[in-house]
């Protein structure tokens, strides 16, 4: 299974609700990232788990709360988001570089899931 | 931290020819660089990746080359197919780094039939 499942596939939402996005992996991948991608723009990182621990946020509205229960699942907890918040939401796995394994290999993203925030 | 700059920004060419993309890095510690390809509707999809100690990786149609002096990396597309229509970002990054991925700018890429 080299795939990355992500929950919903469209989600449409209003600014005073609360909604949640899944990520799912089985690669065992240790490294899990969620990424925000706006039209004709590259994707943007936001958060990265390293062995189920947050290791980046990159300065992310509190808005935006992501959480690894474990290390096969990513949700990113959304609340009072803005209209300007509307994109493709795009999570992804990869092995976590670790003193066994020294060489790094690429990302497996999912297919996203495209948020509209009314 | 990482400048990442991709050119170019468009590229249209006949089916059937060759495409180059080239991406720079500003970051000498870097020591993996990969291509990602995204088509409509998707996410990005690894399709090819260097790692320093090689100078050029061919997989089929697609090779990517690295000048680390000169920092910079290009993917060459050959026997460009309608398929290949995409758009197309590299992501050079560190091992050492806590699995930061930064994309460049991206290349749209077009092929007339």
């Known amino acids: 299974d080299t795939e990355v499942t992500q929950t919903p596939k469209h989600l449409v939402m209003g600014m005073t609700n609360k909604k949640s996005l899944k990520c799912e992996q089985h690669?065992?991948?240790?490294?899990m990232y969620w990424y925000k991608q706006k039209a004709k723009k590259p994707p943007e990182l936001m958060f990265v788990y390293s062995y189920e621990k947050l290791s980046i946020n990159e300065s992310v509205p509190s808005r935006f709360s992501p959480e690894c229960p474990n290390s096969s699942l990513l949700n990113l907890h959304l609340h009072a988001l803005q209209p300007e918040d509307s994109a493709l939401y795009l999570c992804?796995?990869?092995?976590?570089?670790?003193?066994?394994?020294?060489?790094?290999?690429?990302?497996?993203f999912g297919q996203g899931t495209r948020l509209t925030v009314v | 931290g990482e400048n990442v700059e991709q050119h170019p920004s468009t590229l249209s060419v006949q089916e059937g020819d060759s495409a180059v993309i080239k991406c720079t890095y500003s970051d000498s510690a870097s020591n993996y660089f990969p291509w990602y390809k995204q088509e409509l509707g998707k996410g990005p999809q690894l399709i090819i990746d260097i790692r320093s100690n090689v100078g050029e990786k061919k997989d089929q149609r697609i090779a990517v080359t690295l000048n680390k002096t000169a920092k910079h990396f290009s993917l060459h597309i050959t026997e460009t197919q309608p398929e290949d229509s995409a758009v197309y970002f590299c992501?050079?990054?560190?091992?050492?780094?806590?699995?930061?991925?930064?994309f460049g700018s991206g290349t749209r890429l077009s092929i007339r039939p």
């Open positions: 992501a050079p990054s560190r091992h050492s780094s806590a699995s930061k991925i930064i």
């Open positions: 992804a796995s990869s092995q976590a570089p670790s003193r066994e394994r020294l060489m790094r290999i690429g990302a497996f």
């Open positions: 690669m065992g991948h240790r490294a």
